[in-house]
């Protein structure tokens, strides 16, 4: 098969070079860009669910991966393979929205420290009652093995994930999953009435 003029007709799709792939593309052959996605979307999708952690914004934005792609002619094979760009456009993709989300984030709290601000501080009963909840939450908590209140309090004081947690800890995965939601569970049962 020619890189320098694929045939429309006879392209096998599966077998053609990224190369050829992109040249039909570029020539507007849209079946050329279903064979790039098909042949690419799985790593990227799997890239941008690793970094945003959300299967919606992960999906959104391997798709806008390949529109871009399609779009404008980003791609120079002379610095690297495609799926290295690829790999690239996602992971930069995705910290500008990290960012984004970040800077929402910092809005929103700025915000509720405004209208806190605003209200004034709780009055000596609302501060009673915010101090008696917080005294029950810690004794229920002394109440729960020492094994899942370890995981829940890493997780609710430190934030970590899951999955951070089991790197910490050095244990399984499914090990922390398991002990945080026995932990969850005795701690609601243990504060149902008490709140």
Excluded at 43 to 52: C, E, G, K, P, S
Excluded at 56 to 64: K, M
């Amino acid at each position: 098969m020619s890189s320098d003029s694929p045939n429309r007709a006879s392209l096998d799709w599966s077998t053609a070079s990224d190369a050829d792939v992109l040249q039909a593309m570029r020539s507007g052959q849209t079946d050329a860009l279903s064979a790039l996605y098909e042949r690419y979307s799985r790593i990227v999708y799997a890239l941008a669910l690793r970094l945003l952690t959300d299967p919606q914004e992960a999906e959104d934005l391997t798709h806008e991966v390949f529109l871009s792609i399609w779009q404008r002619n980003l791609y120079n094979p002379d610095r690297g393979s495609l799926s290295s760009f690829l790999m690239m456009m996602t992971r930069s993709r995705a910290i500008d929205k990290l960012r984004s989300r970040g800077s929402k984030g910092r809005f929103l709290q700025r915000w509720k420290g405004l209208v806190r601000s605003d209200s004034g501080s709780p009055s000596p009963l609302e501060q009673l009652s915010i101090d008696e909840r917080s005294q029950r939450v810690h004794e229920a908590l002394a109440q729960i093995p020492d094994t899942e209140r370890q995981v829940l309090e890493i997780a609710y004081f430190e934030g970590l994930s899951q999955s951070e947690i089991a790197d910490r800890l050095n244990m399984p995965l499914g090990t922390v999953k398991s002990r945080s939601r026995q932990g969850l569970t005795k701690l609601r049962s243990l504060l149902q009435n008490a709140l």
